[in-house]
T-cell receptor, first 116, second 112 residues
Framework: NAGVTQTPKFQVLKTGQSMTLQCAQD?????MYWYRQDPGMGLRLIYY???????DKGEVPNGYNVSRLNKREFSLRLESAAPSQTSVYFCASSPRPGIVGNSPLHFGNGTRLTVT | GENVEQHPSTLSVQEGDSAVIKCTYSDSASNYFPWYKQELGKRPQLIID?????GEKKDQRIAVTLNKTAKHFSLHITETQPEDSAVYFC???????????FGKGTHLIIQP
């Protein structure tokens, strides 16, 4: 049981390049999330998916797109990377759909992205 | 949406002393308040959580208290040890579905 798995662990991009961050969970959770973490800013929600086939914007969605490929996988895409997207990205999943704010999030190990 | 404020941003205590981190939230309907610990270079991990039907919860050296009227909750760590050094985040419901809105974190430093 690996929990939440993210790839890659590290990535360096040039401005304007694109890439996809991958996330998969093996806990049969319905809800999945992408957060970014910047120094002094805490964790901010980019996008989330309450169930397979649905996605919604979070607090900071600009410059990103997501795909909920199936129940296990939730990917985050940067179409044209910018230096402001330099951050640590965390994927998370939640076990109890439909009960707002009543269940813990399980985080992956993160992807450290640098855009030059 | 929910707004979570966390204080202090940095807290330095002597080993063996107690540490207290405080958070306030804005949405009176919020009913779940977790605390996460993040060690350097690692992922955030849940250490304790509390639901709005109780005022306090303890787990060994850590405890969380909740004051719904004042809309604030606090993390208490007693008999601090070097391994308690980390960044701690409070959170409250927000961000859609079962998502959470996080405070900006407290860097806890345990001085030997």
């Amino acid at each position: 049981n690996a929990g939440v798995t993210q790839t890659p662990k590290f990535q360096v991009l040039k401005t304007g390049q694109s890439m996809t961050l991958q996330c998969a969970q093996d806990m049969n959770h319905n809800s999945m999330y992408w957060y970014r973490q910047d120094p002094g800013m805490g964790l901010r929600l980019i996008y989330y998916s309450a169930s397979e086939g649905t996605t919604d914007k979070g607090e900071v969605p600009n410059g990103y797109n997501v795909s909920r490929l199936n129940k296990r996988e939730f990917s985050l895409r940067l179409e044209s990377a910018a230096p402001s997207q330099t951050s640590v990205y965390f994927c998370a999943s939640s076990p109890r759909p439909g009960i707002v704010g009543n269940s813990p999030l399980h985080f992956g190990n993160g992807t450290r992205l640098t855009v030059t | 949406g929910e707004n979570v404020e966390q204080h202090p941003s940095t807290l330095s205590v002597q080993e063996g002393d107690s540490a207290v981190i405080k958070c306030t939230y804005s949405d009176s309907a919020s009913n779940y308040f977790p605390w996460y610990k993040q060690e350097l270079g690692k992922r955030p991990q849940l250490i304790i959580d509390i639901r709005s039907n109780v005022g306090e919860k303890k787990d060994q050296r850590i405890a969380v208290t909740l004051n719904k009227t004042a809309k604030h909750f606090s993390l208490h760590i007693t008999e601090t040890q070097p391994e308690d050094s980390a960044v701690y985040f409070c959170a409250a419901p927000g961000g859609g579905a079962d998502g959470l809105t996080f405070g900006k974190g407290t860097h806890l430093i345990i001085q030997p």
